[in-house]
C-alpha cells in the first residue's frame, strides 16, 4: 500500500511562487508514474502535470505550461510541483497522483490515474 503526502500549500500574491511536494511511502516509488492534479471551487477536478517513471516525460495542460515545473526525485520518492507566475485561477486543492499502468499518452486525459492519491494540499492565489 502506497500513501502520498502532499506539501507546500499556502496563499500567494498573483505573480508569485510556491513549490508542492508528494512524498510517497510503501511502495517502489520508481515504478509509478506521478501527476499533479488540482480542483478549484465548483469545478471538476483537472490533470495539471505528469510525469513518467523515469522523469524524462512530462506533461502539462495547457494553462500552465510555461508557468508549472513537474519533477521526480526516484531517490527520494518525492514528486514537485514548481508553480511559478501564479495567476488567481490557480487556486485550488491540487492532489498528487500515482499510478503504475498508465502510459504517458494517457496522461492528458486524465483518466486512468487509479492507484493511489494524496489528500490534497490548498493553493490559495489572490489578485
Known amino acids: 500500500q502506497v500513501q502520498l503526502v502532499e506539501s507546500g500549500g499556502g496563499s500567494s500574491q498573483a505573480g508569485g511562487s510556491l513549490r508542492l511536494s508528494c512524498v510517497a511511502s510503501?511502495?517502489?516509488?520508481?515504478?509509478?508514474?506521478m501527476s499533479w492534479f488540482r480542483q478549484a471551487p465548483g469545478k471538476e477536478r483537472e490533470v495539471v502535470a505528469g510525469?513518467?517513471?523515469?522523469?524524462?516525460?512530462?506533461y502539462y495542460t495547457d494553462s500552465v505550461k510555461g508557468r508549472f515545473t513537474i519533477s521526480r526525485d526516484n531517490a527520494k520518492s518525492t514528486v514537485y510541483l514548481q508553480m511559478n507566475s501564479l495567476k488567481p485561477e490557480d487556486t485550488g486543492n491540487y492532489y498528487c497522483?500515482?499510478?503504475?499502468?498508465?502510459?504517458?499518452?494517457?496522461?492528458?486525459?486524465?483518466?486512468?490515474?487509479?492507484?493511489?492519491w494524496g489528500q490534497g494540499t490548498q493553493i490559495t492565489v489572490s489578485s
Open positions: 510503501g511502495g517502489t516509488f520508481s515504478e509509478y508514474a
Open positions: 510525469v513518467s517513471r523515469n522523469g524524462l516525460y512530462t
Open positions: 497522483a500515482a499510478d503504475q499502468g498508465i502510459q504517458p499518452d494517457s496522461y492528458c486525459s486524465g483518466h486512468g490515474w487509479d492507484d493511489y
